[in-house]
C-alpha cells in the first residue's frame, strides 16, 4: 500500500513540474501576446509599442556587439564614401528641417554634440592622417564652444562665405537655425570606416561600421579630403542616437523604417575611397585616371566577395 501512495505521489509531482514548464514556456516565447496594448483583435495586424521597439533595438545591440577578438581570423579595413545626392541615400539627406519626428542624419550627429551624447574627435592635420584617432588626446572638449562653432562645425570659404551650423544660446550649443541650411548644403557626403571581418565561431563573414565623418564640398584648390573632413565620430554612439530614429523610406509613409536598420542592412550606396594598409594613401593618391579607380574599386569589392567564396571550395 506505501509503495502505491509513493508512486501516486511521483506521478502527481511530474504532472505539476509538466504543467508549471508548458506554463513558462508559453510565457518565454509569446510574452507580447500578455500586453493588451500591442496585440489588437484576431484577424488584425500587431501593433510593437514603444517600449517593444527599445528592447528589439537593445537586442539587435547586443547581438551586434557580442564578437570575440580571438574568433575573428580575417579583417579587411575599408574606406567607403556615402554621397546623399544618390537617390539610394536620399533618406539620410531628407528633410533638411525636422518634420512628423524626423531628421536627416547631420541633424541628429549635432543634436548628440549639443546634448553631449555624442564625442566629438578631431581630424588629422595631413591627408594621410585622414583615419579615424579615438585616443582621449583627439577628444574636442565640450566647454570649447567657440573651437566647435568656429573650426569643426562650420563651412568657411575665403574670407567672405561663413556658415556654422552651430551658435551659443543661453551660454549652451544649439543649432544655429539662419544658416543651418547652408551648411547642410555644403554637406552632402559622409566618409566611412567599416571592417570586414569572419567570425569563425559563427562562420560567417559580416561587415561593422566604426567610424563615420561627415564631408564638407569644396571647389577647386580648397577640395582636399582633410580640409573637407569635418570630425569624426565613433560609430557605436552614433547607432544608439540613430536606432529609433524613423526615416522616409520610399514612397510608404507607414513605414517602420528607422536609420538605424538602414545602416545595419546596408541599404545605403556608397564608392570605396581605399582600404587601410602600410601605405597610408587613398585611391585617388596614386590613381587619376578615372577607369583605373574604378577597375580598383572593382577589384577590392571582389576581394571581399571572392574571401567569401573561396572559403567554401572543396
Not at 539587435?60 to 554621397?83: E, F, H, M
Amino acid at each position: 500500500m506505501q509503495r502505491i501512495k509513493f508512486m501516486f505521489v511521483i506521478c502527481f509531482s511530474s504532472l505539476l513540474l509538466t504543467l508549471h514548464a508548458q506554463g513558462k514556456e508559453t510565457l518565454f516565447f509569446q510574452p507580447v501576446q500578455s500586453l493588451s496594448d500591442t496585440v489588437s483583435t484576431p484577424g488584425t495586424e500587431t501593433v510593437l509599442t514603444d517600449s517593444v521597439k527599445k528592447v528589439i533595438h537593445k537586442l539587435q545591440d547586443a547581438v551586434q556587439a557580442n564578437i570575440r577578438t580571438d574568433d575573428v581570423v580575417w579583417s579587411k579595413t575599408i574606406y567607403r564614401i556615402i554621397d546623399m545626392r544618390e537617390k539610394q541615400n536620399f533618406s539620410l539627406f531628407f528633410p533638411l528641417e525636422p518634420q512628423d519626428g524626423m531628421k536627416n542624419l547631420m541633424t541628429i550627429l549635432l543634436d548628440g554634440v549639443i546634448n553631449k551624447t555624442l564625442t566629438v574627435y578631431r581630424k588629422g592635420l595631413r591627408d594621410d592622417q585622414f583615419r579615424p584617432d579615438f585616443s582621449p588626446s583627439m577628444i574636442v572638449p565640450y566647454d570649447s564652444t567657440d573651437y566647435m562653432i568656429h573650426s569643426v562645425f562650420s563651412y568657411k570659404e575665403g574670407n567672405d562665405i561663413f556658415y556654422p551650423a552651430l551658435r551659443v544660446e543661453g551660454g549652451k550649443l544649439a543649432i544655429d537655425n539662419m544658416s543651418i541650411d547652408e551648411f547642410l548644403k555644403h554637406q552632402q557626403r559622409f566618409l566611412i570606416k567599416e571592417v570586414w571581418f569572419f567570425d569563425k565561431h559563427r562562420s560567417v563573414q559580416e561587415s561593422r561600421i566604426v567610424a563615420i565623418a561627415p564631408l564638407l564640398s569644396y571647389t577647386g584648390d580648397n577640395a582636399s579630403l582633410i580640409k573637407s573632413l569635418v570630425c569624426w565620430f565613433n560609430f557605436d554612439q552614433v547607432r544608439q542616437a540613430i536606432s529609433e530614429a524613423k526615416i522616409y523610406w520610399g514612397d510608404n509613409q507607414s513605414s517602420d523604417m528607422t536609420m538605424g536598420l538602414f545602416f545595419d542592412q546596408r541599404l545605403f550606396s556608397g564608392y570605396i575611397l581605399g582600404v587601410d594598409d602600410i601605405y597610408h594613401r587613398t585611391l585617388l593618391d596614386y590613381l587619376t585616371n578615372e577607369n583605373d579607380i574604378r577597375k580598383e574599386q572593382n577589384k577590392i569589392q571582389e576581394s571581399l566577395i571572392d574571401f567569401e567564396n573561396d572559403l567554401w571550395e572543396y
